[in-house]
């Protein structure tokens, strides 16, 4: 997986077998991993945490609500995928979470095969994301000198114009000079 150096992740589950198995998984692909046992440990670690996570993995079957997780995400860092474990007895509440902004739900018990597609899909959005904010950026550069070439091409026209105006009224008033001219050496002849 490309870049995991550059994920940060938070692990949310209270089984602490499972968290230690998960975390140890994560840690030893190279993963900057921060565990939690329940949804306000790990609500807490959102709040404190300068940096946003690139990943919010959590239990949905926390003894505290595991949903306040997705919501206070949602609310707080809506770019940061939540992807939900849970069993397959609440695989119900799973889709629910799915409507609610959760990013994708693993069913437990899983294997760490399940994980590793999971992470891809979490690193290749990450990309796409990464990648369309730089197009973004260079659109809007375009228009940007786009704008400034519409703003110099007003400006050169203004110009060709108001010189265009001078030279046809510096021009009459030649015709009218050689006009006057032409009669005056007419009428000294």
Do not use: W
Not at 48 to 58: A, G, I, P, Y
Not at 81 to 97: E, G, N, R
């Amino acid at each position: 997986m490309a870049n995991e150096n550059e994920f940060r992740i938070l692990l949310v589950e209270n089984d602490e077998a499972v968290r230690t198995a998960l975390e140890d998984f994560l840690c030893m692909r190279g993963f900057d991993v921060t565990s939690a046992s329940s949804a306000s440990s790990a609500i807490r670690h959102i709040r404190e945490e300068t940096v946003s996570f690139d990943l919010v993995l959590s239990d949905l079957t926390l003894p505290e609500n595991g949903l306040e997780i997705l919501r206070f995400v949602a609310q707080r860092h809506k770019d940061t995928p939540v992807v939900v474990m849970t069993s397959f007895a609440t695989l119900d509440a799973a889709i629910d979470s799915i409507r609610q902004g959760a990013f994708d739900y693993i069913t437990k018990p899983f294997k760490f095969a399940q994980i590793e597609v999971l992470l891809n899909k979490v690193a290749e959005r990450k990309k796409l994301i990464h990648d369309n904010a730089k197009l973004s950026e260079r659109v809007q550069s375009l228009y940007t000198r786009l704008d400034m070439l519409k703003d110099n091409r007003d400006k050169v026209d203004r110009f060709m114009r108001e010189t265009s105006e001078k030279l046809e009224s510096q021009a009459e008033k030649l015709d009218n000079c050689l006009s006057l001219l032409q009669r005056m050496l007419l009428q000294s002849r």
